[in-house]
T-cell receptor, first 111, second 112 residues
Framework: DQQVKQNSPSLSVQEGRISILNCDYT??????FLWYKKYPAEGPTFLIS?????DKNEDGRFTVFLNKSAKHLSLHIVPSQPGDSAVYFC??????????FGSGTQLTVLP | DAEITQSPRHKITETGRQVTLACHQT?????MFWYRQDLGHGLRLIHY???????NKGEVSDGYSVSRSNTEDLPLTLESAASSQTSVYFC???????????FGPGTRLTVL
């Protein structure tokens, strides 16, 4: 049973618009959440993270929101750019200090 | 610049062969990890190590082994490769338990 779920395998957005990527988790012991971005033929690279004591973290065009009661987090990219086209993985960390990843969402930003 | 490298980048092998994938990092990180990436599953943890001589099983460890004889390297061995082990393999490292994991470029393994 997947503890971290990304239910949308793909998302297409027009350049300049907002991209919203969603992630749900089931394990209430997770206390730290991350987003990684992956281009083809490269390894994932860290994008942004959030601790469970916060509900929002912002870094430039990227903002992550955490709703602990709903066990849901989302990544907002504003404005979206063609270079943002990649696979985005949500990951969660808990007391075991090991990452559990979602299955990823392929974001395509159309020019 | 410090980095994490994997070799080979691509490997084709036959069922039953032993295969070793290399992972080398120059950050002097204590923690190292091996993941496999498969469509629909994201990245799943195979094995990990928190320091020299320390190795631990992850979620999908069957058929894989690792050894940690120094800080820089964590080779992943498939003792008898199976077609189900066809995948893309990523190595990662981090300094400590609260630090960010950094990933290598990956090895695409095909088992025929």
């Amino acid at each position: 049973d997947q503890q971290v779920k990304q239910n949308s395998p793909s998302l297409s957005v027009q350049e300049g618009r907002i991209s919203i990527l969603n992630c749900d988790y089931t394990n209430s012991m997770f206390d730290y959440f991350l987003w990684y971005k992956k281009y083809p033929a490269e390894g994932p690279t860290f994008l942004i993270s959030i601790s469970s004591i916060k509900d929002k973290n912002e870094d430039g065009r990227f903002t992550v929101f955490l709703n602990k009661s709903a066990k849901h987090l989302s990544l907002h990219i504003v404005p979206s750019q063609p270079g943002d086209s990649a696979v985005y993985f949500c990951a969660a960390d808990g007391s075991a200090r090991q990452l559990t990843f979602g299955s990823g969402t392929q974001l395509t930003v159309l020019p | 610049d410090a980095e994490i490298t994997q070799s080979p980048r691509h490997k084709i092998t036959e069922t039953g062969r032993q295969v070793t994938l290399a992972c080398h990092q120059t950050w002097n990180h204590n923690n190292m990890f091996w993941y496999r990436q498969d469509l629909g599953h994201g990245l799943r943890l195979i094995h990990y190590s928190y320091g020299v001589q320390d190795t631990n099983k992850g979620e999908v460890s069957d058929g894989y082994s690792v050894s940690r004889s120094n800080t820089e390297d964590l080779p992943l061995t498939l003792e008898s490769a199976a077609s189900s082990q066809t995948s893309v393999y990523f190595c990662a490292s981090r300094a400590g338990s609260t630090d960010t994991q950094y990933f290598g470029p990956g090895t695409r393994l095909t088992v025929l």
